[in-house]
């Protein structure tokens, strides 16, 4: 063997370095030429048959055969890595722009949106909002509402009693009442109090055993009914939108004196009649009436000097008006797809 075989064997090996597709490649170059087995140790085999004087030469010239094929094979090994990693980087990329999970929002209830709206025009006019019990004493459902036991207006409302002195709230009156007596020392009062009330009442499209409304209660010096008209008028309009007309029509409640029912103009024909009004251009929508003077007595407020106004509104009726709602129990059997519909409004 001489030098030039050597150079040829190097050569071979750089072109086979450079040829090599993956690391499997260059493991098995690396074995086959620089292993103990391999061709460039054979060429340590060679030396010692190689005259005296020319091992030097040779036995340089192997070593540096030797070393540019470490050095090949390290470039060309790192080169090979790079692209390995990269490919690999590449085919377990995470994909960013698929969805991530996207949790299901709930929407406001179409009875909590009127009861929002309700609140909202009235802390507009600086009224407090008070609360209270759903199960009630028949003392502030009724007698304090100068409906003592036996009276007859007891039979408008059929009661779901707990025990003998207690029921579920028939009205949101009884806030009214326990307000009263609460607040007697505190005058003036301005509230409203919206909350569930329940009656004993088969339910069909237009009657639930369980339904909300909102009380209203103003008193002070010099209240009068065009105070409750107008405060009416206000709230109608932020309801259902400005020039509506309100009528009041007599009628009787034994907590009021005088009492009126109010009327609004239908707000889908603007009074000129239509099914929704049932032809007539006109809306029953509350009643009210100027707090009663037993009422005040009773919670040691003097009639003489005080007067108020009271209203009760029944938020379903807000709402099957306002978002046209055909049937009353649609706004409590929690189907999502009818309670979605609402989503856009919250
Ligand atoms: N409580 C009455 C009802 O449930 C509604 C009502 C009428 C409330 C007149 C009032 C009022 O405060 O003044 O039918």
Redesign the pocket.
């Known amino acids: 063997m001489d030098l030039k075989e050597v150079i040829g064997l190097k050569e071979e090996a750089l072109k086979k370095i450079d040829e090599a597709k993956d690391l499997k490649d260059i493991e098995e170059l690396r074995i086959a030429y620089l292993s103990k087995k391999g061709k460039v140790s054979g060429l340590m085999e060679v030396m010692r048959s190689i005259p005296k004087e020319e091992k030097a030469a040779f036995g340089k010239e192997v070593n540096i055969v030797k070393d540019e094929i470490t050095k090949a094979l390290e470039a060309k090994k790192d080169e090979l890595k790079k692209i390995e990693d990269t490919k690999r980087l590449e085919a377990e990329k995470i994909d960013i722009t698929l969805d991530a999970y996207t949790p299901k929002l709930g929407t406001l209830h179409p009875l909590t949106l009127v009861q929002e709206a309700i609140e909202d025009c009235f802390v507009g006019l600086g009224y407090k909002v008070a609360e209270g019990p759903e199960v009630e004493l028949d003392y502030y459902n009724f007698e304090r509402a100068n409906i003592p036991e036996g009276h007859p207006a007891r039979d408008m409302?059929d009661s779901l009693y707990i025990d003998e002195k207690t029921l579920l709230r028939?009205?949101?009156?009884a806030i009214?009442m326990r307000v009263l007596e609460k607040e007697a020392h505190d005058l003036p009062i301005k509230l409203i109090c919206p909350g569930k009330v329940y009656r004993r009442d088969n339910d069909d499209a237009t009657h639930s055993h369980q339904f909300m409304?909102a009380?209203g209660l103003v008193v002070a010096e010099g209240i009068t009914l065009g105070d409750l008209k107008g405060t009416l008028q206000f709230m109608i309009d932020s309801l259902f939108g400005e020039g509506h007309k309100i009528r009041f029509r007599p009628s009787y409640?034994p907590?009021?004196e005088p009492?009126v029912e109010v009327d609004m103009s239908c707000h889908m024909c603007h009074g000129k009649g239509c099914p929704v009004c049932k032809g007539t251009g006109w809306i029953e929508i509350l009643?009210?009436?100027m707090v009663h003077p037993n009422v005040l007595k009773m919670a040691g407020i003097d009639p003489e000097r005080y007067t108020g106004f009271?209203?009760?509104i029944g938020l379903e009726r807000v709402a099957m008006l306002k978002y046209g709602i055909d049937d009353i129990r649609d706004l409590y059997t929690n189907d999502a797809r009818f309670l979605e519909a609402f989503k856009r409004l919250d």
């Open positions: 409302q028939t009205h949101t009156t009214q409304q009380e409640f907590f009021t009492s009643g009210s009436g009271a209203f009760g």
